[in-house]
């Protein structure tokens, strides 16, 4: 290597790290006025650092009318929906994982599809149907549509896990005569909890923080989600409470950053969408 | 696929590639599949169909009990409301501006330069975007409301040049878009990142030594290796991008007026503020079919790259 390429390369480097350093830099940037308002007493729209802090905002939003309630609704509608959508998802993986020669790339590209299909649009005609059943404003019902949203794609990202379990493991299973149920539970679900436990925090993550379906189908405030009445009770009243809306913000966000971190020790520190999302 | 060499039995052979496994028949195979495809027949594949019905009747929420089949009404009228047509050109903005143009870009750069950075430069890196990510819809919102506000960071950061002003009032589309690009970066950057860790390095080490610059190598060998990476995360980010509703609400609730009214947000007001579900419904069959057109799009550029 001449002394030139070894010259390049160090400057390639200086800049690849401030290339770096300014993205860093910028995608924590729009995080400093929810950082700083939430710690000030008197917060308003600007991230100005007066040196006074105080919990006084995160006690303020600590009761269960604007936090308990709304956060607890949270954990049973993305915890509902992310076992809903593991259970469902696992047993439809298996077929896709096993008998892939049947089903073919098409079809897994027909179910990629339906990932992404906007959930926005598929919703006038979702509360349409619920208004006439009688489900508006109903918990499970909500917690069942969002199962349907988010299927296609823990479906998609479990058949992917599950190709990694390999086939020859049942092999000697069904030559005993397990059927699917007794192999899929005594030999594959054990070899793939890393892969059940991403979809399960993905699907949580995602509906913790979905804010639209919970905004169309429940009514009734007592039944929203935090990332609901985040909206509604921040913006129903004239004189906005901004350092108690950033502490709430805060500790909402709180658990997604709990299971992230969880995320990457479980699967020491490689987590990507890597298993996922490959194609 | 299975180890096994199908060299010896043409038993084996035949096992190897139809079927590894014989059951009674395809009714007790496709069993496990049933709960999810009741789920998605109740809630997903049924609402749909209805829509398509919906989108041809006055359904409204006013009371009204007669439902009427107006044929294309709903349709034409659309072609005819300047304030729809407004909205769908504001999507199309929205979804190249920050999904096509911005998160595809950025993720694909920040893959790119993390490539055989150190551990913890990754780690802080990734981690950075992710939160980005991570965060709920509406605390995104909110946080990019605040920035961007007259008094917010960035006017903080840029007093000194005199230019400080209410972002989200002069350059609505712009700020939406720059959010959801902060916001949606994360998921490119990770299906690149798992895309580039596959692609073998002696290639591109090959391409160095024969003389081959930078951008020649990523334009002639790393891209191309990519593709089915690139076609898929376009098509999801499309997809994603023309759904988004709460970001846009919560920094300017489309607008100031309507100038960052998209289509999503145009669709909530007619259908649960103005109750008119069959137009609302219709909108939404659009919406669906501009994705459906981007996916073909996506597709086919990358079968001619072949």
Redesign the interface.
């Known amino acids: 290597m001449t002394d030139l390429t070894v010259a390049r390369r160090g400057t390639t480097r200086t800049v690849t790290f401030v290339v770096l350093a300014i993205i860093a830099v910028a995608f924590l940037l729009p995080f400093a006025w929810l950082v700083i308002a939430s710690v000030q007493p008197g917060a308003a729209l600007s991230a100005h650092l007066d040196w006074t802090f105080s919990t006084a905002n995160f006690r303020a939003v600590l009761n269960p009318d604007t936090m308990y309630r709304p956060i607890l609704n949270s954990v049973i509608i993305s915890g509902g929906t992310a076992l809903l959508t593991v259970f469902v998802a696992v047993l439809a993986a298996y077929p896709l994982s096993r008998y892939q020669s049947r089903f073919g790339r098409s079809f897994l590209y027909i179910i990629l599809f339906s990932t992404g299909l906007p959930i926005t649009a598929v919703m006038v005609p979702v509360y349409a149907m619920y208004s006439r059943i009688n489900l508006v404003d109903s918990i499970p019902a909500t917690i069942a549509f969002m199962s349907a949203a988010s299927l296609p794609f823990a479906a998609w990202m479990m058949k992917n896990f599950m190709d990694g379990v390999p086939i020859s493991l049942e092999e000697a299973a069904w030559t005993d005569g397990a059927g699917w149920f007794q192999s899929l539970h005594r030999i594959v679900l054990p070899l793939m909890v890393p892969g059940l436990t991403v979809v399960f925090i993905f699907t949580f993550v995602l509906q913790w923080g979905n804010f639209f379906v919970p905004f169309i189908l429940l009514l009734s405030p007592e039944k929203q989600p935090a990332s609901v009445t985040i909206y509604t009770f921040f913006s129903q009243y004239g004189q906005v409470a901004y350092g108690e809306l950033a502490a709430f913000s805060i500790l909402y966000t709180l658990p997604v950053v709990v299971f992230y971190s969880a995320l990457s020790r479980v699967l020491g520190g490689a987590f990507s969408l890597t298993g996922a999302v490959k194609g | 696929m299975?180890?096994v060499a199908p060299l010896e039995a043409p038993a084996v052979r035949a096992l190897d590639?139809?079927?590894?496994?014989r059951?009674r028949n395809w009714l007790?195979?496709?069993?496990?599949?049933?709960?999810?495809?009741l789920?998605?027949l109740?809630?997903?594949a049924?609402?749909?169909l209805?829509?398509v019905y919906?989108a041809f009747t006055n359904?409204a929420?006013t009371g009204s009990s007669t439902v009427d089949f107006i044929g294309i009404d709903n349709f034409t009228r659309m072609a005819r409301d300047p304030s729809f047509l407004h909205s769908l050109e504001l999507t199309l903005i929205f979804v190249v501006g920050s999904a096509v143009i911005g998160q595809n870009t950025?993720g694909l750069l920040?893959a790119l330069?993390?490539r055989g950075?150190s551990k913890v430069?990754r780690?802080?890196?990734t981690g950075?975007?992710?939160?980005?990510w991570?965060?709920?819809?509406?605390?995104a919102g909110?946080?990019?409301?605040?920035?961007l506000?007259?008094?917010?960071?960035?006017n903080?950061l840029l007093g000194h040049f005199g230019i400080a002003q209410n972002w989200l009032y002069t350059t609505p589309m712009l700020a939406v878009i720059i959010?959801n690009v902060?916001r949606g970066t994360a998921?490119s950057m990770?299906?690149y990142?798992?895309?580039l860790?596959e692609v073998p390095p002696d290639l591109t080490e090959a391409a160095a030594v024969d003389g081959a610059s930078g951008w020649q190598r990523l334009r002639h060998i790393t891209l191309p290796l990519i593709r089915?990476?690139i076609?898929?995360?376009l098509?999801?980010i499309?997809?994603?991008t023309?759904?988004?509703?709460?970001l846009i609400?919560?920094m300017t609730g489309g607008g100031p007026g309507t100038a960052s009214q998209t289509t999503?947000l145009y669709?909530?007001q007619q259908?649960?503020k103005f109750y008119q579900?069959g137009y609302?419904?219709a909108?939404?069959?659009v919406?669906?079919v501009v994705?459906a057109l981007f996916?073909v799009i996506y597709l086919r550029l990358i079968r001619l790259e072949d």
Do not use: K
């Not at chain 2, 950075?128 to 980005?132: G, L």
């Not at chain 2, 991570?134 to 605390?139: D, H, K």
């Open positions: 299975t180890s590639a139809a079927p590894r496994r059951p007790v195979r496709l069993a496990p599949m049933a709960p999810a495809l789920l998605l109740v809630f997903f049924g609402p749909m209805w829509s919906t359904l929420l950025l920040i330069l993390l950075r430069a780690a802080a890196v950075v975007v992710i939160a980005a991570a965060v709920p819809e509406t605390v909110f946080c990019w409301y605040a920035f506000y007259r008094t917010g960071t960035l903080a959010a902060w998921f990770l299906v990142s798992a895309a860790s089915r990476a076609v898929s995360n098509m999801l499309t997809l994603q023309l759904a988004t509703f709460g609400y919560v999503p669709m909530y259908s649960f579900l609302g419904t909108m939404a069959l919406l669906l994705g996916s």
